[in-house]
């Protein structure tokens, strides 16, 4: 992310710019903004989201909250404020610094990290014309379990043998 994070006094409309926006300030009521997941008395407040190229895409509804993961759950986080004397009301600190679950600890990482984290968990997605779509779990298609789509049906496979087959008709075994 190459700019932090504003607060917008007002409404922006669509390709116009604000006049009233701060990079901080020093109360704002978070419980009107969405669902926040576990707000706490002097905890981090975080955006929570995805990273693709250069683009940060909020989550789904709790897409607030003070809980960090501790194991990687393929969201990266920008820290928007602190809670301060409720579990409401935050200081809002403008950010531009990301931060996932990360070798072992959750912490910083940059952009080109956070972008690599999500082409990884693409890694194991196949598509050709003769065999559809294919989602492994080894990276490979003849080996490990993994669900093959074409426009008839879908197969869950073990390598290349199918298990069971839901189409016009279900097949198991």
């Not at 956070?114 to 490979?140: C, E, I, P, R, W």
Request: charged share 10%.
């Amino acid at each position: 992310m190459s700019y932090p994070l504003l607060y917008a006094g007002s409404n922006i409309d669509a390709n116009k710019t604000g006049d009233n926006n701060y990079l901080q300030i020093n109360s704002i009521n978070a419980s009107t903004s969405g669902t926040i997941q576990s707000g706490a008395n002097y905890a981090v407040l975080y955006l929570k989201g995805t990273v693709v190229g250069n683009t940060f895409t909020i989550s789904a509804s709790p897409y607030l909250t003070t809980v960090v993961p501790s194991t990687d759950n393929g969201y990266c986080y920008i820290p928007i404020g602190t809670f301060y004397n409720s579990t409401t009301n935050i200081y809002f600190n403008s950010s531009n610094q990301l931060y996932a679950y990360k070798d072992g600890a959750f912490g910083p990482v940059s952009i080109r990290e956070a972008s690599a984290a999500a082409k990884t968990a693409t890694n194991y997605l196949y598509f050709d014309s003769t065999n559809g779509l294919v989602v492994s779990q080894t990276g490979k298609v003849s080996t490990g379990y993994n669900t093959q789509i074409t426009s008839t049906g879908m197969n869950i496979r073990n390598g290349t043998t199918t298990l069971a087959s839901y189409g016009s008709s279900i097949t198991l075994g």
